[in-house]
């Protein structure tokens, strides 16, 4: 959704077009949007993104629409205490309302160059500046209405790293693609008409052997790695690999005796306690699935589950004004 948001950002701005980019800085208690959501309104009243929905997305976009006509800013904060406009959630949203013309195109098109070639990049808003940079870490500072920061990574695309193209792997692939992850799927069988099949996946790649393995999925923090090849005997070869390196996820599909299996004989090569507690086997939320497509439900329920709470972690991190 960032690129796609971006992208629509830079064709109306080529237009000729004023937007306004809606931004949740900061979420208190409970609310219908998380912090980071974005949400663009263009000047003909197209808009792509959202900040929730609801009642907040109602109020904010009137205000915005009436800003794009005429505005003595180019930035505006708003508070959203939830129960003053009829709410019972309890909660508080800050949103930065952005005013975005043809003179922002520049940053614009940096900020796209930097999504498309998957660098890092941090977008900055503050009570009178709209900036890029592409070093720094999500934070919030609130002191009033005229002197607040912050400051939101924009390169969140999660990328899901799936081992194996078998039926489950196919499954997978179609609900994690509703769910806008980037997924690419790895298996070293050239023939695979499975594989051929799969036309989520947005990059398929066969390699020779899986003990390359490594080479093809990179360390990061936005990184889901699933492993499910076709055999025991290739899964902990591709665990071997892994193991010691920093996901956002790491799991195997599979028993839970073949799992303690693997996990033995790691330890028995070196692997410690520390490195396997953090892989999830079997992977998925237990609800006793009885086919390939109940299997990659579950699967994807665990991933949404870890994203969010990973998301809610960093949250901490962003300063005395996040709860």
Not at 199 to 224: V, W
Request: glycine share 8%; charged share 20%.
């Amino acid at each position: 959704m960032t690129l796609t948001l971006w992208q629509f950002l830079q064709h109306k701005l080529q237009q000729q077009m004023r937007c306004a980019l809606l931004t949740v800085l900061d979420c208190k208690g409970s609310t219908p949007a998380k912090t980071g959501a974005q949400m663009v309104l263009s000047f003909d009243a197209e808009s792509i993104g959202t900040i929730g929905g609801g009642a907040i997305e109602y109020l904010v976009s009137q205000e915005t629409s009436k800003l794009l006509v005429n505005h003595s800013q180019k930035i505006y904060h708003r508070q959203i205490i939830t129960d003053e406009i009829g709410m019972l959630c309890g909660g508080q949203q800050d949103i930065a309302i952005c005013i975005i013309d043809n003179n922002d195109l520049a940053l614009v098109e940096r900020i796209l160059t930097c999504l498309q070639q998957g660098g890092n990049g941090f977008l900055i808003i503050q009570a009178n500046k709209l900036s890029f940079t592409d070093k720094g870490k999500p934070s919030y500072e609130y002191h009033d209405p005229n002197n607040w920061f912050y400051q939101h990574t924009l390169t969140d695309t999660v990328r899901v790293f799936i081992i194996g193209g078998g039926h489950v792997s196919l499954a997978l692939s179609e609900v994690l693609k509703f769910l806008d992850f980037h997924i690419t799927i790895i298996d070293n069988r050239p023939e695979l008409e499975l594989l051929k099949q799969n036309r989520f996946a947005d990059i398929k790649k066969i390699i020779p052997h899986y003990q390359e393995i490594s080479e093809y999925i990179p360390e990061g923090l936005q990184h889901y790695v699933i492993i499910m090849t076709h055999s025991h005997y290739c899964d902990g070869i591709v665990l071997e690999q892994l193991v010691n390196k920093e996901f956002a996820y790491l799991g195997m599909m599979g028993s839970q005796k073949k799992i303690e299996v693997l996990f033995s004989k790691l330890q028995a090569k070196g692997a410690s306690e520390s490195q396997l507690s953090k892989v999830h086997g079997p992977i998925g939320l237990a609800i006793d699935c009885q086919n390939p497509k109940e299997i990659a439900m579950s699967i994807a329920a665990q991933l949404i589950q870890q994203k969010n709470l990973f998301s809610q972690s960093e949250n901490y991190e962003l300063g005395t004004f996040v709860l």
